[in-house]
């Protein structure tokens, strides 16, 4: 839910009035989680060591700590989500508790040193057809709707490499290799294969019945000529 608000926010708040909008920013403002909804009944309701929101923990890699700070397409997507409202809200909102400015200046910064580790060590979720959608979804919002140049910029280099990281593997629109948190192709296009289709349209697969996220569908990021023969194999090989 987190990375579609922060691309309903700036595709038709202004459509839903002052009110709408009010009341949108003070449930951000006030945005903190104790729970673990996405962790299945038996553990949700297991302690955290610190609560879950949209800017967090500094100190940590894409603020969260190693332990219970969220996983890393988690991270991805309330981090991006925070620097899109702060760059986009009033001065006088706050996101979970922070300022905008400063919360702003937090995530920006925290998204810089993650995009810094991706050229060291890589991801931790590397190439996985289940969790890599969520990242991209996140860093396309910023890449759509940011309006520093900056972030913009950083928010391509993310996108780039994971299409050419995930691209390497792909064969016939799927992947067709190792992967962190993720499984081969099955009878069903899973949410990155979809994603592959449409921006590249090189499968075999029967797509009729498939449909892309919101993002993807109103996104004006295009990955470049190098990374579509990268997916598509328009490469000589020896």
């Known amino acids: 839910a987190c990375k579609n608000w922060a691309r309903f926010y700036p595709l038709l708040s202004d459509r839903m009035g002052e009110k709408w909008k009010k009341a949108f920013w003070s449930h951000v403002a006030r945005y903190s989680e104790?729970?673990?909804?996405?962790?299945?009944?038996?553990?949700?309701?297991?302690?955290?060591?610190?609560?879950?929101?949209?800017?967090?923990?500094?100190?940590?890699?894409?603020?969260?700590?190693?332990?219970?700070?969220?996983?890393?397409?988690?991270?991805?997507?309330?981090?991006?989500s925070a620097l899109l409202y702060a760059q986009l809200f009033p001065d006088s909102c706050k996101i979970s508790g922070i300022p905008?400015?400063?919360?702003?200046?937090m995530t920006k910064e925290m998204l810089r040193d993650y995009l810094k580790r991706l050229l060291l060590t890589g991801n931790g979720e590397y190439d996985s057809q289940i969790y890599y959608p969520h990242s991209i979804e996140g860093f396309l919002n910023l890449y759509d709707f940011s309006p520093d140049e900056e972030t913009r910029l950083l928010a391509k280099f993310a996108l780039d490499y994971y299409f050419v990281t995930y691209g390497l593997k792909v064969i016939d629109g799927t992947i067709a290799g190792a992967q962190k948190r993720g499984y081969l192709a099955t009878t069903a296009a899973g949410e990155m294969e979809t994603m592959l289709w449409a921006f590249f349209n090189h499968t075999s697969r029967n797509m009729t019945n498939e449909s892309v996220t919101i993002q993807q569908a109103t996104t004006t990021y295009r990955p470049d000529r190098v990374i579509c023969n990268l997916v598509n194999k328009n490469l000589k090989t020896p």
């Open 100 to 105: 905008v400015k400063e919360a702003g200046a």
């Open 34 to 80: 104790s729970r673990r909804p996405s962790d299945g009944t038996e553990r949700e309701w297991l302690p955290l060591t610190s609560s879950h929101n949209l800017v967090g923990q500094p100190g940590y890699v894409l603020g969260g700590n190693p332990l219970d700070g969220g996983t890393e397409n988690h991270k991805t997507m309330w981090r991006t």
